[in-house]
Nanobody
Framework: QVQLVESGGGLVQAGGSLRLSCTAS????????MAWFRQGPGKERELVATINWVGSLRSYASFVRGRFTISRDNAKNMVYLQMSRLEPEDTAVYYCAGDQDVGKEYHYWGQGTQVTVSS
């Protein structure tokens, strides 16, 4: 099975940008559809963005509003979330997730990376 490790989180001012990375090991990332989720303080975990196995299909939550871009580099076993125009409401722990099967569930998760946006 695949192991996922997120990185790139940190503290940023409102309006700033961050790029989150998800490093996969153990299995070729190309066999996994991938996603980014987040969980803000006192909130439930929510889906941020998804990308299919080859990166040809992407989807975003409505709150993204064109500010984030999900991408992947299967040759490097990496998935990215480029975030711009960050808002305090984007403060959350961001998780990378993956699954090999078609569907909406994700069975493999990273440990998360904290993103804090100050106003």
């Amino acid at each position: 099975q695949v192991q996922l490790v997120e990185s790139g989180g940190g503290l940023v001012q409102a309006g700033g940008s961050l790029r989150l990375s998800c490093t996969a090991s153990g299995r070729p990332l190309s066999t996994y559809r991938m996603a980014w989720f987040r969980q803000g303080p006192g909130k439930e975990r929510e889906l941020v963005a998804t990308i299919n196995w080859v990166g040809s299909l992407r989807s975003y939550a409505s709150f993204v509003r064109g500010r984030f871009t999900i991408s992947r580099d299967n040759a490097k076993n990496m998935v990215y979330l480029q975030m711009s125009r960050l808002e305090p409401e984007d403060t959350a722990v961001y998780y990378c997730a993956g699954d090999q099967d078609v569907g909406k569930e994700y069975h493999y998760w990273g440990q998360g990376t904290q993103v804090t946006v100050s106003s």
